[in-house]
């Protein structure tokens, strides 16, 4: 296997930063100037990293499914053993919906979808988060025998779509987040078991 190249640790470095400024700016007002402030470098860096701003904001959009993964692994590492992954998962997502606003991205990214780089980021993120929130539904049913619930595959898109609606709900301060983590946890695990806890 090859060893990653000096620019690729680099970027891996920078792109969480990059990441971190995409979603408190949007696409359009973080200037490469503004990006590599933040970065701590000068401009002429950042081109040597990633060709132009849009090539470091799909970048950004990609860096949201490795992160959340990330996290899901750890949790799952760590956690109590007398819980189903999916509970962990649940109960993770519910505890960290929002986290440090990354999902703006996401909706910086909505508005630059009549570019096909940022629609392809976009689906390609959507669709990995679906594929792998599915096979989690999968073998949890498998596991616990589910019955009378929706297809797996409708209920990776629903918990998706739970989720999107949560990240807006936290930035227009429509509920607590206490009460976006216990509706999240009871509409996931009716989804998922068909009862509610």
């Known amino acids: 296997m090859a060893r990653p190249s000096k620019a690729d640790e680099r970027r891996q470095k920078l792109l969480p930063l990059v990441a971190e400024a995409f ?10 100037a503004e990006l590599a402030s933040r970065c701590g470098v000068q401009e002429i860096a950042l081109y040597r990293l990633w060709p132009d ?5 799909v970048a950004a959009i990609d860096f949201l ?11 799952l590492d760590k956690a109590d053993r007398g819980k189903s992954r999916v509970s962990r998962l649940i109960e993770l997502t519910g505890k960290d919906l929002g986290e440090q606003g990354l999902y703006r991205i996401i909706f910086a990214a909505l508005s630059e979808t009549d ?4 629609k392809q ?9 679906h594929e792998r ?6 073998r949890h049913r498998e596991i616990c025998g589910a019955q ?3 297809q797996d595959d409708d209920t990776a898109w629903v918990l998706i779509g739970l989720v999107a609606f949560m990240n807006i709900a ?6 607590s987040a206490r009460k976006r983590q216990q509706l999240f946890s009871t509409t996931a695990t009716f989804l998922l078991n068909g009862e509610v806890p």
């Open 23 to 32: 979603s408190e700016l949007g696409y359009r007002r973080a200037t490469t």
């Open 53 to 57: 701003k849009k090539v470091m904001f």
């Open 65 to 75: 499914f490795v992160r959340r993964m990330e996290k899901w692994q750890s949790a």
């Open 115 to 118: 570019d096909p780089d940022v």
């Open 121 to 129: 980021a976009l689906q390609r993120l959507y669709r990995r988060y």
């Open 133 to 138: 929130i599915e096979s989690e539904v999968a």
């Open 148 to 150: 009378d619930v929706p």
């Open 170 to 175: 936290l930035d227009l301060k429509l509920m």
